[in-house]
């Protein structure tokens, strides 16, 4: 017992944001956002559709590159797959396999062995409440179920940070509430979740941080009870009265 | 009508009677469309899969010409094989001409283009699905393409199906450039052609036959590999 448990920093976060900037056909989608995002608490990045969430997201995730500004994480990142943040997108992408081999699909990329492969793909099925359709085509699964799918697929890899992207805008309530649940258990595993809505009502039950975003910006960023009792930005304001934008 | 029903009846004897000409054909045409198809998708799956997934300038034009030559006409691929293989021709060394080999040859260039154009859409398809999960995962460019071919391989499968069909049913690149030789080069196409001519309408029909079966027995696999996988893996 006892061993020295003092190590280097080995956390990816806090993640930085500094003046980072994306532009698209001439268009400017992200404007100058500075940001810090640290440990603890699931962070929702809202704002109404076209604010620029998605591409935020991306931007933080490695798959855009800013035009201007620099996304820096606590630690470097390696190229391959061994890296220690994931992605569930909005639409799961299932691969013409089982459930199953689609978690373990992510595990192979990331240069896990097979035995400890299938264990850990096994273990993010069954947390997600899938294991009895384990065997299953993926393409094959409801809506909801190819979504928990995508979300044991990122788990599995042990990220500390997943990134979530409207991971439940398609569904109907009762799969919502089975993402919702899958999402909180990975979250209280110590994983921790940025997720961006559009949606009032998730935002509400899973954020305990709310990030305002409209137009490129960040409007408004304050704790979640905060925000829904009372915001200081006319936009966020009307947003939250369910105004359009 | 009496002629014809008599040729259907001697036709149908031959068929069952396995006669040892027609079987040596069939077995010449399967023989060589085979082979064609093989080399056709060992080299236009590979060529498919960059052309959906690689960016490079003229890459339009490229998917333009492509489409273009999957209406190519037989004959004009005879032709041109038989230039490149005719003794005058850059490949007259080999000396193949007129042999079982310079027809596999001739019908891979008519195949590839299918192969190539019919895997490069699928393969595209899927890559635009893909792409972003498959980059997220952090897949590597070998990774995301063997991903995809294994991903998309029940409509690589009926694509090689519907070249084969086009080869073996083919009867204008065999005629020039294997030149219908009587038991070395001459197939189930260019012997109907050439009994019709004559008037053996027996041999002809029962070949006709057989190739419908084979050319519908293709299509029947492909219709049903294509419905078992929608259900089965979605």
Redesign the interface.
Known sequence: MGEATIRAPSTLLPLRLEAVSFEAGGQRIIDSISLEIGQGGLTVILGPNGAGKSVLMRLCHGLLTPSSGRVIWSLPQPSNGRRRQAMVFQRPVMLRRSALANVAYGLKLAGIGPRERHARALKAIAGVGLAKLAGRSARVLSGGEQQRVALARAWALEPEVLFLDEPTANLDPSATREVESAIAGIGAAGTKIIMVTHDLGVAKRLGDEIIFIHNGRILERSGAEMFFSGVSSCEAAAFIKGELL | MGTIGLALGQAAELIVGLDSQLVRIVGLSVGVSLSAVLIATLIGLPMGATIAVARFPGRQAAIVLLNALLGLPAVVVGLLVYLLLSRAGPLGELGILFTPAAMIFAQSVLVTPIIVAFSRQAIEDAWR??E??L??????PL?AAL?LL??C?FSLLTTVLAGFGRAVAEVGTVMIVGGNIDGVTRVMTTAIALETSKGDLALALALGIILMGLVLTLNATAHGIIGIAK????
């Open positions: 699905e893909y972003e999960q980059n997220s995962l952090g897949a590597g990774q991903t294994w991903d391989r259900r089965r893996y979605g």
